[in-house]
């Protein structure tokens, strides 16, 4: 059984460079359950995930997982949120539903707030770290 926490195997983002800025992406911070393809086992902790996202840079954490996929990796969502938000992180959720289409709403909030608001920072040079949960 192979364990992977916090401590033994640290937070990894993968970044790419977009405008003058950094695009960091990485699984869920914090997440505790079996990997459904790699079938590692996730005992990680979210403060010691944050704090190595902060230290990396991180001035906005866009979230696209569902709330339902936050619970599932055994995680309060408003914890989660709290948690990112205590380290002056902006937290942006904009849950994306598996082989879905964005509705209406959906997709005026992307373009009217979420979008521009990034694009911003990534101008800036700010770093942007965007979790998608995979496995």
Known sequence: MNIRTS???P????????????LGMSFCAGKKDVGYYSRHVWERDLETDALAIANWGATTWLNLMKESDIKAVSL??????NTIENLA??????????AGVPTEADEK????????FV???????KKCLCIVEVD
């Open 76 to 81: 309060d969502p408003m914890i989660f949120k």
């Open 7 to 9: 401590v033994l195997d």
């Open 119 to 125: 694009l911003n920072e990534l101008t800036k040079g």
């Open 109 to 116: 909030r992307w373009q009217e707030e979420i979008s521009p």
């Open 11 to 22: 937070i990894r983002i993968d970044e790419l460079p977009i405008l003058n800025g950094r």
């Open 89 to 98: 992180i902006k937290y942006l959720h904009f849950p994306i539903v598996d």
